[in-house]
């Protein structure tokens, strides 16, 4: 990205599910996020897990959340940090349930090569970008008021900006907008 708004369009173009924003993404900063995803991993979750299926998953979540409008997003810089940190925890969220299985007094089962399923098969840019679909579902479950808010969100809207439209505090924006976003996926049953 050459300047700020070009960044800006970018993101705006990520948010409003433009494929080939999407692909630019993930040739310009998946190879980062790949091995950011590949330090992180330890030996006992490197038998699980690849890089490369963390960094899928990783991607999927931003995809969908920044289409949601989600993130502030100003810089490259802010991007990467994003993405990095979203590597982590889910790199975290799987040590957990490794932990909690081994506590359980279960023992993670090696899987047969065999049967084991090609890393990333289910997750590709293009089935990421069509599983955004869904937003458009929760949409429907939402009041005239609230789609106001994610279209603004959408469009780049700093929560600042949306306060002075609507009046609302910034904080309670945000925190309105996370609720509204837990509320539809618990009734989209994701």
């Known amino acids: 990205m050459e300047s700020s708004k070009d960044f800006a369009g970018f993101i705006r173009r990520i948010r409003s599910k433009d494929e080939a924003a999407a692909c630019e993404l993930v040739q310009q900063y998946g190879q980062a996020i790949r091995i950011v995803a590949s330090v992180r991993l330890n030996a006992r979750l490197r038998r699980e897990l690849d890089s490369t299926d963390v960094m ?18 100003e810089t490259p810089d802010d991007l990467i940090n994003l993405l990095a940190k979203m590597v982590q925890n889910k790199i975290t969220d799987k040590e957990r349930r490794q932990n909690a299985k081994r ?5 993670s089962n090696p899987q047969n090569i065999d049967t084991m399923d090609v890393a990333g098969a289910d997750e590709t840019p ?60 618990v009734e989209l049953g994701l």
Do not use: H
């Open 56 to 73: 899928q998953s990783a991607l999927g979540n931003f995809f969908a959340r920044a289409a949601a409008g989600q993130f502030d997003l």
């Open 103 to 107: 506590r359980g007094g279960k023992q």
């Open 126 to 185: 293009s089935t990421i970008v069509s599983n955004l679909e869904l937003l458009e579902k929760g949409r429907e479950l939402l009041s005239p008021e609230e789609c106001e808010i994610a279209d603004l969100r959408r469009d780049g809207q700093t929560w600042d900006a949306i306060s002075a439209k609507t009046g609302e505090s910034a904080d309670a924006l945000s925190k309105r907008y996370s609720r509204l976003i837990e509320r539809v996926k």
